[in-house]
């Protein structure tokens, strides 16, 4: 069993940078891929980054250039650096993972967080 916790979400302006961290608990957590998702109001939820658990990442193309997604395995948490913030950002920020490769549908992760606001005002 793996519990998420995520933190950082805020206000910030269009162009600012906010850092999104992930705690987990659990022994097994350098064995999980961790995704980061996003929802926007009266939107679907949508893949936004992961990373395997040899440190291989993915982005999508909407955020790629501008979000890193990291992990530390000695402190069970992975970040989300996200620079260069736009207006078509804010949704409430989820930390998800899952046995096994990176997938991009969220139906394929198993644990996953309460999520955190980001807000990009213009």
């Known amino acids: 069993q793996v519990q998420l916790v995520e933190s950082g979400g805020g206000l910030v302006q269009a162009g600012d940078s906010l850092r999104l961290s992930c705690a987990a608990s659990?022994?097994?957590?350098?064995?999980?891929?961790m995704g980061w998702f996003r929802q926007a109001p009266g939107k679907e939820r949508e893949f936004v980054t992961a990373i395997t658990w040899s440190g291989a990442t993915y982005y999508s193309d909407s955020v790629k250039g501008r979000f890193t997604i990291s992990r530390d395995n000695a402190k069970n948490t992975v970040y989300l650096q996200m620079n260069t913030l736009k207006p078509e950002d804010p949704a409430v920020y989820y930390c998800?993972?899952?046995?096994?490769?990176?997938?991009?549908?969220?139906?394929?992760?198993?644990?996953w967080g309460q999520g955190t606001q980001v807000t990009v005002s213009s």
């Open positions: 659990g022994r097994t957590f350098n064995t999980f891929t």
């Open positions: 998800a993972a899952k046995v096994g490769p990176v997938g991009i549908r969220d139906m394929v992760y198993s644990y």
